[in-house]
């Protein structure tokens, strides 16, 4: 099995910065791509950012506040969110691609997901 765990949300005021983090552990052979999503209050989840072998990829509206990396050698991603705005406040959820041990399946692990509140 495999656990993807968020962590390093909060409550910020409008114009600051986090940085959230996404470690994956368990049964791995190795991580194709991670990614983030969001949901804020009353609507849908949304796709933020992911991050493959090859390359990175954000939704147009937030790729000039937000930025994902990713270290592979530990099973991290990383979501950098400056400028933050109210509207920023939402649940944000971490993804994992997952090539497991030792069979090698692959499957998509969410984590719990860690709560960002913008607000003064």
């Known amino acids: 099995q495999v656990q993807v765990a968020e962590s390093g949300g909060g409550l910020v005021q409008p114009g600051g910065s986090l940085r959230l983090s996404c470690v994956a552990s368990?049964?791995?052979?190795?991580?194709?791509?991670m990614g983030w999503y969001r949901q804020a209050p009353g609507k849908e989840r949304e796709f933020v950012a992911f991050a493959s072998d090859a390359e990175t990829s954000h939704t147009d509206s937030l790729k000039d506040r937000f930025t994902i990396s990713r270290d592979a050698a530990k099973n991290t991603a990383y979501l950098q969110i400056d400028t933050l705005i109210p509207e920023d406040t939402a649940v944000y959820y971490c993804?994992?691609?997952?090539?497991?041990?030792?069979?090698?399946?692959?499957?998509?692990?969410w984590g719990q997901g860690t709560q960002v509140t913008v607000s003064s």
């Open positions: 368990g049964s791995i052979a190795r991580i194709p791509v």
């Open positions: 993804y994992a691609d997952v090539i497991m041990t030792p069979m090698r399946d692959r499957q998509v692990y």
